[in-house]
């Protein structure tokens, strides 16, 4: 049920209390009606009583009167001498004083019950008497209505000796007003129903009359009291409803409209809460007063919490917003902003700049994440004073950071990350214990004149920090549409193709290139290098292993690769008793289910022989666990090879620390043998000569010239491999030394 | 003194020992019943017949009281009622109505109770009429003789006369003879007596007219009996010099002094005493 307004209950109050007070007036109207009808039968009711008593009267009257007359001693006389009876009956009966004027007629009859003298006209009296006297009865004769009484008259008082009859005719509404002093009945509008030329008993008449009664001058005046009474209370309450209904509008409608107004609007999601005394009417009904003064201190209440919980939504909003460890906006941040600026909305000129710590899971590994967080506060202190004031610092996630710069050109974003690279070199790590520094890669992308969406924007920035990522590579790379090929990286298809030769190794297609033994050069094993086939497209190690890099797949992908190589070694592919290098990544290596494989392998082929490359060296962060694991691979038969030596990945202190067999000297530095300066390669074939001194077996990456393979086998290499000797797949036919 | 204590001695015998009155009806001549009272007396004594006044009963009170009396001294009290041409008359007969009786009726019915009286062995008898009763028992005694009534008694004896005199109740006593001898039966009205309006018959009103004063006195002188009236010194329904003039008969009159025409009062005493006195002398 909807619920009703106060207007609408006090006015359904005050209609309710005027219906009742009319319904109340008029049931006491209708009690008093009823009340008087009651009075009024019963007035009628003693009018008729009173009626009947008068006709009683009245006929006792007649008696008396008749009685009186017959015992007159001159009525005695006229029976007996009726000379003189016509002035007797009509001068000297009346003369006497025994009759009243109401008597209208008179006569005398003989002991035969004939009239002495006869009489014509209306009062006349019968000339025979009807029936035997004594009787008095009612007459109806041409309107007339009258009552004749009849008695014998004696002459003794012995009533022995009849002399005659006396008749009285009396006139019936005269005599019946006289009967009584009529308190209830009125006579003034009496109607005989008694037909013409009919008699009757007197006492039966009362049937044929017809009058009403009185009317009660207390009753009429008590009703005329009420009337007025009723009317003046009836007008007194209403106006005291109206106003009660003034009074109820002004001290409590109208204040708790406004109230209910005020509070209504509080509902709406755009209300703002006030400070302070909202409800600032005073009502005047107390409890209201109360009521509203308690509104009053839960609005203010409500405020302070209103206001505790904004600051709370703040701080909330702004946790959300800011990243915990470095106090610089986070990932949510990142995307809300980007969110912000529009995915669609091309942008102007601004520059989007990714951050990422080099080898920080390295550094979290080795020293712990208490050092690990201390790396990345640092970090992302240098970074964000190196921005410009305004600039917005995003971490991420992990060691990856982010910064837009708007209105910033190229150069103007390259001295920026300059800047943030050298705040980065400038700060002292060891404090933290790190033995080396710590570097970063920056990705950078231009939007020139709103050219760029905004994903477009940060697919290139993806892309220049794959790029700064790649060994060799300068830290701070700026996109250039050379970089397009790199865009498998990110690109969908390749990332679906890395997820699904995981999980299928089918997928994985593995070429074989030749590592020829020197200074004989035949192959003396061949290395497995990984393309994956989705489709019938081939997708190769360029766009494989920075997408596993990234998505930090590293395990996974080379337990695939593991199951590939195995996969070839039964179906023939691969030779029996060919010697098989295999590449395992730094987190491989300290991974219990990639060694467990590798193990498995190296002990199922027991007849041929197994290389595990190591790449990425300076990714292994676990270095016990890696020479533990090297160990059981070396003691199941298997040789260890660390590769890309000489490069960022891999230096002097894994081979110092790391039980290798083998190492691989990066193609950078082959390549510096032959183009490279004296001294350079002086110092390389110092570092060659050294590694060979101290018992390793040492592979050249890279050889495609015959000097290159004359110039490495003069320096003691045991092992070349490389475009010289057949691209990966191609059989290889044993060549003679220099 | 003695006087007094002889009244007092009758009036506590009257009340201590009441003589039973019998009532007495009689058929007149015209076929009317009369009334009467009768007191038994002593057989030796003689008998009163009390006459009452003009349209009156023996229930009056003067007369009432003087049977009592004298029945109360031992005499037979005869106190009839005229019947004035009603039957079983009882009631004073109003001024106003229809009179058709004469003197000479009541004279007839006053014979009658003589009859009445003598058939009942009274020896003697007394006529004692108060106030027109007088000259009812004169009008009596003038047309009948009864040797019986040795006295007439006459209490307040009036002339017959009191609004009607002179010349005009002669010239109304011709007019009505004239109407009488033209038999014009219309009823007359009058002054007569004690009424102002008295409606008679020609005949009534002419028999109580011709008993003029004059008449009075000349039949009491006729009177072969004693007679005695007793006349009361106060009595204001007389005529000037009516007792001087009762005085010049050969009757005794008898004043009460103080005494009005009813006697009533102390005097009622004095008229039975005085009765009594005149009884005595038969």
Known sequence: MKPLSIGRLSLFFVMAASILVIGLGGYFWLEIRQATNVLRSSERDSARREVAQALVTVEQHMRDTAQALAQWEETRQQLVFPEYYPVWRDSRVRDAGLITPRVKSVALYDKTGMILARQTGDQALPNRLPSKPP????????????????FPVFSDPAAEILLGYLGLQF????????????????????????????????????????????????????????QDSQLRLSLAVLVSLVIAAWLMKRLVVHPLRSLSSEINAMRTVDANIAHGLIFKTPLNISELENVRRAFSDYQERLFA????????????????????????????????????LGEDRRLGKAALLLFDCDHFKAINDTYGHTIGDAVIQAVASCLQSALRAGDKLYRLGGDEFATVLLDAD??????????????????????????????????????????????????????????????????????????????????????????????????????????????????????????????????????????????????????????????????????????????????????????????????????????????????????????????????AGALVALDDFGSGYSSLRYLATMPVDLVKFDISMVRLLENGDQRQKVILEEIAGMVISAGYELVAEGIETRAQLDKIIGMGFTHAQGFYFGKPGEEVEPMSPA | ??????????????????????????????????????????????????????????????????????????????????????????????????????????????????????????????????????????????????????KLIGVSAVEGRLKVDGPRREKLIKEIRALIKAQ??????????????????????????????????????????????????????????????????????????????????DFEFDLLDTVLLELKTL
């Open chain 1, 171 to 226: 006139d019936f509404l005269a005599e019946l007003k006289r009967a009584h002093s009529f308190r209830y009945a009125d006579l003034s509008g009496l109607k005989i129903a008694l037909p013409n030329n009919s008699q009757m008993d007197v006492k039966n008449s009362l049937a044929y009359l017809q009058f009403d009664a009185l009317p009660n001058p207390n009753l009429l005046a008590f009703l005329a009291l009420f």
């Open chain 1, 135 to 150: 009787f008095v009865r009612y007459v109806a004769v041409a309107g007339q209505h009258q009552l004749e009484a009849f």
């Open chain 1, 410 to 635: 190229p150069l103007q974003a390259e001295i920026i990350a300059e800047r943030c690279l050298e705040h980065i070199m400038a700060h002292d790590f060891r404090q933290y214990g790190m033995s080396e520094p710590t570097t970063i890669s920056i990705g950078i992308a231009h939007s020139h004149a709103g050219d760029l969406s905004l994903s477009e924007l940060q697919k290139r920035a993806d892309l220049a920090m794959y790029a700064a990522k790649r060994p060799a590579s300068p830290k701070i790379v700026c996109y250039s549409e050379g970089m397009g090929e790199l865009s498998a990286l990110v690109a969908n298809r390749s990332i679906n193709a890395v997820f699904l030769a995981i999980r299928d190794h089918n997928l994985i297609e593995l070429t074989y290139q030749a590592v020829m033994r020197l200074p004989m050069v035949h192959k003396e094993y061949v290395e497995a290098l990984t393309r994956i086939r989705l489709d019938g497209e081939l997708i190769r190690p360029d766009a494989i292993f920075p997408i596993v890099q990234a998505r930090k797949l590293d395990a996974e992908f080379d337990l695939s690769v593991i199951r590939a190589i195995t996969r070839d070694m039964a179906n023939g592919r691969l030779p029996a008793n060919q010697g098989v290098s295999i590449n395992l990544s730094a987190p491989s290596i300290v991974n219990a289910k990639v060694v467990d494989a590798m193990l498995a392998l190296v002990r199922a082929q027991t007849n041929r022989k197994i290389v595990v490359e190591i790449t990425e060296t300076a990714l292994i962060t676990q270095m016990e666990i890696a020479s533990a694991n090297i160990a059981q691979l070396r003691n």
């Open chain 2, 1 to 150: 003194m003695v006087h007094w204590i002889f009244l007092i001695l009758v009036s506590l015998s009257v009340f201590s020992a009441p003589v039973l009155a019998e009532p007495v009806e009689l058929v007149m001549p015209n076929k009317l019943t009369a009334k009467a009272e009768f007191h038994k007396g002593d057989p030796g004594k003689p008998t009163v017949l009390l006459m009452h006044g003009f349209l009156q009963t023996h229930e009056f009170p003067t007369i009432h009281r003087l049977a009592e009396g004298l029945a109360s001294a031992g005499y037979s009290v005869l106190a009839p009622t005229l019947t004035l041409g009603v039957t079983h008359r009882k009631q004073s007969l109003a001024c106003e109505a229809i009179h058709t009786h004469t003197i000479q009726d009541g004279a007839k019915e006053l014979a009658v109770w003589l009859d009445w009286l003598k058939a009942r062995k009274a020896s003697a008898i007394v006529l004692v009429g108060h106030s027109f009763g007088s000259v009812e028992t004169l009008a009596y005694l003038s047309a009948y003789r009864e040797p019986l009534v040795r």
């Open chain 2, 184 to 265: 014009n039966k219309s009823l007359i009205t009058e002054q007569f007596s004690f009424c102002q309006k008295y409606r008679a018959t020609p005949e009534s009103m002419l028999s109580y007219l011709e008993w003029t004063p004059e008449r009075i006195i000349a039949e009491a002188r006729r009177l072969p009996m004693q007679t005695t009236f007793i006349m009361g010194s106060r009595d204001d329904r007389l005529g000037e010099h009516w007792i001087e003039r009762l005085q010049q008969t050969k009757a005794k009159v008898r004043v009460i002094e103080g005494a009005n025409h009813f006697m009533d009062g």
């Open chain 1, 305 to 340: 919490l209103h206001e505790n919980l904004e600051q709370n939504s703040r701080d909330f909003f702004d946790q959300a917003r800011h990243d915990a460890l470095t106090g610089v906006f986070n990932r949510r941040a990142y995307d809300e902003d980007w969110h912000g």
